[in-house]
């Protein structure tokens, strides 16, 4: 039977790839205003886990009054396999806008 990771909110620090923060933050401005609620979004959504050392989340912007799915994929660093010790997230999208 697989482990099954129990609902949290993480507290920790997140840190964002480049591109990120510089490419589509700016391009999705009308979705997430600024880094903040990106981050904010990660830390209180629910992470369908992947693996130990990666998980995805699915969250709601509004575009307007339309809503809009954002995927964003991250992955965890840990101390020597125990606790979470930051995020790294590596990819976001927006689905479903046009």
């Known amino acids: 039977m697989p482990y ?3 609902r949290f909110h993480y507290n920790g620090p997140i840190d964002f790839d480049e591109h ?23 830390r209180y959504a629910i992470w369908e886990w992947k693996s130990r050392k990666d998980f995805s989340v699915v969250f709601t912007a509004f575009e307007g009054n339309r809503p809009v799915k954002v995927l ?4 965890v660093c840990r101390k020597m396999e125990g606790p979470i010790a930051g995020i790294r997230v590596y990819y976001a999208h927006c689905l479903g806008r046009r």
Request: hydrophobic letters at 45%.
């Open 4 to 6: 099954r990771y129990r």
């Open 20 to 42: 990120i923060i510089k490419v589509w933050v700016p391009e999705h401005r009308s979705l997430v205003p600024d880094r903040w609620v990106l981050d904010s979004n990660i």
């Open 72 to 75: 964003v994929k991250a992955k």
